[in-house]
């Protein structure tokens, strides 16, 4: 708000200081005003005021002497000068020294406003991101890590141990587990938290773009190339730099990755000046390292040089504490997001949920958590309202089934049983299909969706789906 923001006024004029004073504290500011440079430095020293506006050419010691030092005493500072001479090498001064803005005397009052507004606004923004990384930091403290698991609970106290470092990690896990998670808590509990985090999925960005997207690109280094782009590394300068999918990596990049691990310096795309960076390196797989060093997929060099610290995220089915309140966590996360009202989960369907395997571990949880929240009808999730393989999973299984079936479960399962096997006779053709159950096509895709089959009855019956 701006009543918490003070402007320190330093003008050797009086009626300048007052007009000013009086304009700005209409604006909603807090005001103080001085008559020279060396009052001012009281002042500043003083009230530590957020925005400065002062007059270069004063008694005693210059506004721009005066503006230098009090950058040093606090470089955040929002200093406007004001000067009845547009001299460009004092401008010149004023910008290498770090000023705001200037002003040249007589000035209209709303550039004034104008200029102080802007500096107000830039201050709030500089503010806000600042709270904005706080709360980020936050949520990423381990007390916010949902986990029972005792080897979770390790993990986490592994990492704690490590993040001071700058060692390079390796996270191994399967696709789901949580490895961005865990590198993403390596940054914010080490000493580059306050600096960039950055994330490249090295499976997810083509080839002949990866080297680009890396190092970056001179202008014109090729077809399309019109500007010049950094890459990722000088991003990430001074932060965290993580790479997912690393066993993704093709053999020409890693020879390049490893040079930069060893040097600490890269040249970009096209250009010929080398770049120093300091960056710490996490990298994460779902792939068997050593074993793609054993067939030559990857470079033993660079395997050794990443491998300084390594962590093993354990999948989900390995967690079966965690199922319960991590499905608890997405329950109360999507509820808020999609403005609905449920509590809790139906034993039946808990139970459920404690004995499927989670093959995609808790990205399938929350995903299955979130359908079932959409498909509620009431305040509690029930079984019908899970995924349907997930429920079948557990039947096909009699030694673990959880439980008795509503007649709304029983339904379900029958319906879905009859349109698979109709898809498969039609050879996936859903008109056939439709035709063949004696209902409508539109009623079919309903049906495909609501037991969650659009893509499994097609693969299964094995044709396109027309």
Not at 68 to 77: F, N, V
Not at 157 to 171: D, G, K, L, N, W
């Amino acid at each position: 708000m701006k009543a918490d923001y003070q402007i320190l006024i330093v003008d050797d004029d009086d009626s300048i200081r007052s007009l000013l004073a009086a304009v700005l504290a209409r604006e909603g500011f807090q005001t103080a005003t001085a008559r020279n440079g060396e009052e001012g430095l009281d002042h500043f020293r003083a009230l530590s005021p957020d925005i400065v506006l002062m007059d270069i050419r004063m008694p005693g010691i210059s506004g721009l002497e005066a503006m230098r030092a009090m950058l040093e005493l606090r470089p955040g500072a929002s200093v406007i000068l004001m000067t009845a001479y547009a001299d460009l090498e004092t401008a010149v001064q004023a910008i290498k020294s770090g000023v705001f803005d200037f002003v040249i005397k007589p000035f209209d009052l709303a550039e004034i406003s104008l200029l102080v507004n802007r500096a107000y606004q830039i201050r709030e923004m500089h503010r806000e991101i600042g709270l904005l990384k706080h709360e980020l930091s936050e949520g990423f403290r381990f007390n916010r890590i949902i986990t029972r698991d005792p080897a979770m609970l390790a993990l986490c106290e592994s990492v704690v141990r490590i993040a001071p470092s700058s060692a390079t990690v390796v996270i191994h896990g399967e696709s789901g587990v949580g490895k961005e998670l865990l590198a993403t808590s390596l940054h914010y509990h080490s000493p580059r938290a306050e600096r960039p985090f950055v994330k490249v999925n090295c499976g997810a960005i083509p080839e002949g773009l990866l080297e680009s997207e890396f190092f970056g690109h001179e202008k014109g280094a090729f077809t399309g190339a019109i500007a010049r782009r950094t890459g990722r590394f000088e991003h990430a300068d001074g932060g965290t730099l993580f790479l997912d999918e690393i066993g993704e990596l093709p053999l020409p990049l890693q020879v390049k990755l490893l040079r930069v691990i060893q040097d600490r310096e890269f040249e970009r795309v096209g250009g010929n000046k080398t770049i120093p960076v300091d960056v710490r390196l996490v990298v994460a797989t779902n792939r068997d390292l050593e074993a793609m060093v054993a067939a030559g997929t990857f470079r033993s060099d660079l395997y050794y040089r990443l491998n300084v610290v390594s962590l093993a995220v354990p999948p989900l089915r390995q967690r079966p504490a965690d199922i319960q309140p991590l499905a608890s966590h997405f329950l109360r996360k999507f509820t808020t997001e999609h403005g609905r009202e449920l509590d809790t989960f139906d034993d039946h369907a808990l139970a459920i949920m404690q004995r499927y395997p989670w093959p995609g571990n808790v990205r399938e949880l929350s995903n299955a958590v979130e359908r079932a929240v959409v498909m509620s009808t009431g305040t509690t999730i029930f079984a019908e309202d899970l995924p349907l393989p997930i429920v079948q999973a557990s039947r096909n299984n009699p030694s673990r089934e959880p439980g008795p079936r509503t007649l709304k479960e029983q339904v379900h399962e029958f319906e879905a049983g009859a349109i698979l096997q109709a898809l498969e006779r039609n050879q996936g053709n859903r008109s056939h299909t439709a035709t063949e159950l004696g209902i409508s096509r539109r009623a079919l895709l309903y049906k495909l969706h609501e037991f969650n089959l659009d893509g499994d009855a097609c693969a299964k019956a094995g044709a396109d789906c027309e």
